[in-house]
């Protein structure tokens, strides 16, 4: 036998120990016998605040998500059942939680944990156009009808609409351009105004934009622009009233903003108790960008879900406010002067929009007085 066999020998051998020995001393990356089917067992079967807590809906809710889903493609697999597919999702959403930490905890691979998050993501983006649309153009919302501080005021009012930020990861080449006012990045330009967001939808036919029929209109903040579809507050007006002791400055404006931005706001707690459920939009892991995107749509999609339900105990419309419209004191920064219109039917749309809003001030004011 010459040298070089006896050296190929030597090494074969070698390696073999070498195997042998690690084969030993590994050990399993899922050592518990609490395996991931008895941990959904375990969860549709506890208690019912903690599958709230863990899973951010109510069980009743859980189940009729999972019969939806499997009317629309989910299947049972070799390994996992179509409620421990969704337990996975709801809870890397609902938490944040990566793909590795819930392999750990449910007892799957990095791999299988992955697939089944994209399938389930894909097939509740699916659900969009059956639970993200337009209002009921035709309904005056209770919110409004049974309010006498909005009603008749406010009686075409369909809806409000505003622009928040999720905190998405982009390229490290593109971060500067995605980089928002507060520092992080987010999906779109980060310097770009709402109002433009809000333009590229409407423009661009393949969102279907429901703009408002005849005088309806939805109500939107001072970053947009006041015209027809859209009322937006007084520009160089403060938001709440002051003491009506003090001199100076428009009470007729004043209490038009007060109770604009008090109806208003319902859109801004809506994306509190969004992002609050969801905590998975508070920063998205590091998927592809167009992962990220399916992630959000699925979040409004899954918010849209739960609040169409009876079983789900939150509330997001506009709360009374506890003090008097005489007593507010100054709140907010007082609001820039009107932008100037882009084109010639936009600016007739604006002086359209503008009188309407004087005559509903004008309104308000008379028959608060008379009150």
């Known amino acids: 036998m010459d040298p070089d066999e006896e050296l190929a020998i030597i090494i074969l051998v070698m390696y073999y120990f070498y195997r042998k020995l690690r084969s030993a001393s590994r050990v399993p990356q899922q050592v518990s016998n609490f395996s991931g089917h008895n941990r959904m067992i375990d969860l549709l079967h506890g208690n019912d605040r903690r599958f709230v807590d863990i899973l951010r809906m109510p069980k009743s809710c859980f189940v009729r998500l999972c019969d939806l889903l499997q009317q629309h ?99 490290a080449h593109l971060q500067p351009a995605y980089r928002n006012r507060k520092g992080y990045t987010t999906g779109w330009e980060g310097s770009v105004h709402d109002a433009r967001v809000l333009r590229e939808a409407m423009s661009d036919p393949a969102f279907s934009f429901p703009t408002p029929p005849g005088e309806k209109y939805f109500l939107v903040d001072a970053g947009y622009a006041n015209r027809r579809g859209f009322l937006s507050p007084y520009r160089g007006t403060n938001y709440y009233l002051r003491d009506r002791t003090r001199l100076g400055g428009d009470r007729k404006k004043e209490l038009f903003n007060y109770r604009h931005a008090s109806l208003r706001n319902a859109v801004e707690r809506t994306f509190g ?87 509903l001030t004008e309104s308000m004011w008379v028959c608060r007085n008379q009150n």
């Not at 097939?123 to 409004?144: E, M, T």
């Open 273 to 359: 108790i969004w992002k609050s459920r969801f905590r998975i939009l508070r920063g998205v892991p590091h998927y592809p960008l167009r992962t990220q995107r399916d992630i959000i749509i699925a979040c409004a999609v899954l918010h849209n879900f739960l609040m169409m339900s009876d079983d789900v105990d939150v509330s997001v419309t506009a709360e009374e406010d506890a003090h008097d419209e005489d007593d507010m004191d100054q709140g907010g920064d007082t609001i820039g002067q009107d932008a100037a219109p882009s084109t010639q039917q936009e600016e007739g749309h604006q002086t359209e929009m503008g009188r309407f809003r004087d005559t």
């Open 73 to 171: 493609g989910v299947r049972n697999t070799r390994s996992l059942s179509v409620e421990e597919q969704v337990m996975m999702f709801l809870l890397v959403v609902g938490h944040g939680d990566s793909t590795r930490r819930s392999g750990y905890e449910w007892h799957h691979s990095t791999e299988t944990v992955s697939r089944h998050f994209n399938n389930i993501c894909f097939r509740i983006v699916g659900l969009a156009p059956q639970l993200i649309g337009p209002p009921d153009f035709n309904n005056i919302p209770p919110l409004i009808a049974n309010n006498s501080r909005y009603f008749p005021y406010f009686r075409d009012c369909v809806g409000a609409i505003d622009g928040t930020h999720i905190p998405c990861i982009v390229d």
